[in-house]
């Protein structure tokens, strides 16, 4: 049975006032009765904002059923670490229980939605595009403004490590130039994380030149300030959601013939992982990742290293080898 929104629970309050209020005073429980930490509190702020613009971006707001907990769940896989995505959930699944202990819903959506599980080791789960791949990628994008528009933004995945929340988020005003480069700012998972850098590759430098000029000429339509917009009919103008993203991706590597556990969170592996094989050092490609934590720049070495020069290449047993 299709669960009923918050919206439609509570009247005719829309997210932003009477959702709004519900997890103002969520939170105020979990702080004041619960004895939540207010680091505790603080995560649960973040999980649930982040929620609540998913359900914006892709028009879910009105229909909270468990599928959409689940495909928010999808959501958060493909960009987060089991772990993050364990504590998003965590603060979906705490607002929703306490929802219906309080009485504004009669049953959770977000109930029978499982955890993720944590990795068993620490290869990244979805592969890295290839050369040949990547290349085939960005050759199916044309010449027409769609295809200027797609090649922008898989150049700024597979050349700038560019994530779909930050290609989503992505103003026009974001592009500048320090030096003689130009270089985007970027605001990274965390919506309170600071803006960071970077930076375009100077034979890149043109593809998104080009986008822009185009770009600029959809001010007076939709988003005056998003950098990539939707170019439909329904929603000509519009900032690109992170579904759509996606979707341009996938389609993108359909036509290139791309196969494999391949999402677009790839095309962002696939640029770390080409910089540190061109012998990128590490704080160079942390600089780049924009990961906050070393180990995870350096998890990205140990794999690389772990099939381009394994332990397995130096074991000989033929007679006259050293050590033999």
């Given amino acids: 049975m299709a669960m009923r929104s918050l919206e439609a629970t509570i009247g005719t309050k829309a997210l932003t006032m009477g959702v709004r209020g519900l997890i103002d005073d969520w939170l105020a429980y979990c702080r004041d009765a619960d004895g939540a930490s207010p680091s505790t509190v603080e995560a649960y702020r973040k999980g649930l904002q982040v929620f609540t613009d998913w359900l914006r971006d892709t028009g879910l707001a009105g229909t909270v059923t468990p599928a959409a907990i689940i495909d928010y769940k999808g959501w958060l896989a493909a960009a987060y670490s089991s772990q993050t995505v364990n504590l998003r959930l965590s603060a979906v699944?705490?607002?929703?229980?306490?929802?219906?202990?309080?009485?504004r819903l009669p049953v959770s959506p977000a109930a029978s939605v499982r955890g993720a599980k944590r990795p068993k080791s620490g290869a990244h789960k979805r592969d890295a595009l290839t050369n040949g791949e990547v290349v085939?990628?960005?050759?199916?994008?044309?010449?027409?403004?769609?295809?200027i528009r797609d090649r922008a933004i898989l150049t700024l995945m597979s050349y700038c490590g560019l994530r779909t929340i930050e290609i989503h988020r992505a103003n026009v005003g974001n592009l500048k130039t320090q030096g003689d480069r130009l270089v985007l700012e970027v605001q990274g998972k965390g919506h309170t994380s600071a803006?960071?850098?970077?930076?375009?590759?100077?034979?890149?430098?043109?593809?998104?030149?080009?986008?822009?000029?185009?770009r600029l000429t959809f001010r007076e339509h939709g988003d005056s300030s998003a950098l990539f917009i939707s170019l439909s009919r329904r929603s000509r103008g519009a900032r690109l959601t992170t579904r759509s993203i996606r979707w341009i991706v996938k389609a993108r590597y359909a036509a290139a013939g791309v196969v494999g556990n391949k999402t677009t969170h790839s095309l962002r592996h696939s640029a770390i992982t080409n910089a540190i094989r061109h012998g990128a050092s590490p704080m160079q490609v942390q600089a780049m990742a924009r990961h906050s934590s070393f180990d995870t720049t350096l998890g990205y070495y140990h794999e690389v290293a772990r099939t381009e020069n394994p332990a397995e290449d130096f074991i000989r047993y033929e007679p006259g080898a050293v050590g033999v």
């Fill in 136 to 147: 085939g990628v960005l050759a199916t994008c044309q010449t027409d403004l769609a295809g």
């Fill in 93 to 103: 699944r705490s607002f929703y229980r306490w929802c219906v202990v309080t009485e």
């Fill in 195 to 214: 803006d960071q850098v970077v930076v375009i590759p100077v034979d890149q430098e043109p593809v998104i030149r080009q986008w822009v000029t185009h």
